[in-house]
């Protein structure tokens, strides 16, 4: 179901406008499309937009384009301050409920890791995962049931249970998620690898040394 999203009618464009737009708690943006007559600059809530972004930054939104009619609108870019990371700017892109989007959907770690509870750390390699489908169909996240994930196992992108209808375009072996082996577990395996490496190497010099001295005699 569609969420009602008001936007204003924008008519400043000076730096200084944008200023006092932003002062004001609001955020400018622009809405464009294939079945608007031109893009539409808007002004929207900051507090409605930041709820939304926390929330459901899928979500299909309906808005009332100024002068263009409603329209139903997904949230296509949103652009940042780099120091204080307040939003500046949003971009809408105004969609066919019948025509597949492209979206980045999060991924959730489900269960309790066999392996995490045997001392591992389950490290988190992909965030989200990009997906195509119909703007209806975009699940708000992908759940990834690690329960049976041990110390040193992995799931990858083909072992992700996706909803019908919803494809992702990378590569399948790419990995999500794997279980680590303790910290001290890999200090022992490193000691361990290191003390064989120093005893093959003292057993190379032994091994010259015995055929330097038959070799002299």
Do not use: W
């Amino acid at each position: 179901m569609a969420i009602a999203m008001q936007a204003d009618a924008r008519s400043v464009k000076t730096k200084g406008d944008l200023r006092k737009l932003r002062l004001g708690g609001m955020v400018p943006g622009v809405v464009y499309g294939k079945q608007l007559s031109e893009s539409a600059t808007v002004s929207i809530r900051e507090k409605e937009l930041k709820a939304l972004l926390r929330s459901q930054p899928n979500a299909v939104l309906e808005m009332e384009v100024p002068g263009q009619g409603k329209h139903s609108v997904m949230v296509a870019d949103v652009q940042r301050d780099s120091l204080n990371g307040v939003i500046t700017h949003v971009d809408f892109h105004q969609i066919n409920m019948n025509e597949e989007v492209r979206a980045n959907v999060r991924i959730e770690a489900t269960g309790d890791s066999t392996g995490v509870r045997e001392g591992g750390i389950l490290s988190i390699v992909l965030h989200e995962l990009e997906v195509q489908c119909l703007p209806g169909a975009i699940p708000e996240h992908i759940p990834v049931d690690i329960s049976s994930l041990g110390i040193g196992e992995s799931l990858q992108v083909k072992d992700l249970m996706l909803p019908q209808g919803v494809e992702v375009s990378s590569d399948p072996e790419v990995v999500v998620l794997t279980v680590l082996a303790p910290q001290k577990e890999l200090d022992e395996t490193e000691a361990e690898a290191q003390d064989v490496e120093a005893k093959e190497a003292e057993s190379r010099s032994d091994h010259a040394q015995h055929e330097e001295i038959s070799t002299s005699t």
